[in-house]
């Protein structure tokens, strides 16, 4: 969120704790899973770095679903998508969040 580079005396820092888990969607008839849901769950707390003030926090989930085939390769390249667009999504909640707390701050 820095048009220019990063600053050299940030003002604001935000942290971010991530946790995802899989969940198994379809079944085989040998009970293994062919399909998975991949739940991201990002909490993030926004504060001024001046002062070590909270300024905004909040938790933001996504969830992306990926098939399991019989290619090792094949499945590391799904879940890897799926990590990416869960990621992808998350971070516009959030990047959406602090924008909204900014522009009310400004009224």
């Known amino acids: 969120m820095q048009p220019n ?3 050299r005396r940030p003002v604001f ?3 971010t704790t991530l946790s995802e888990n899989r969940e198994g969607l379809a079944f ?6 062919t399909r998975y849901n991949l739940r991201l769950s990002a909490h993030f707390v926004l504060t001024d770095s001046r002062d070590g003030t909270e300024l905004l926090q909040g938790t933001f989930r996504a969830i992306a679903a990926y098939n399991v085939v019989r290619s090792d390769y ?6 890897k998508d799926a990590r ?7 971070a516009e909640g959030i990047e ?3 924008a909204v707390y900014f ?4 009224e």
Do not use: T
């Open 28 to 33: 085989q008839q040998d009970d293994s899973a």
């Open 84 to 90: 990416r667009r869960a990621a992808y999504s998350v």
């Open 74 to 79: 094949a499945n590391l390249v799904s879940l």
């Open 5 to 7: 580079g990063e600053a």
């Open 103 to 106: 522009s009310r701050r400004r």
């Open 13 to 15: 820092r935000l942290s």
């Open 96 to 98: 959406s969040r602090i």
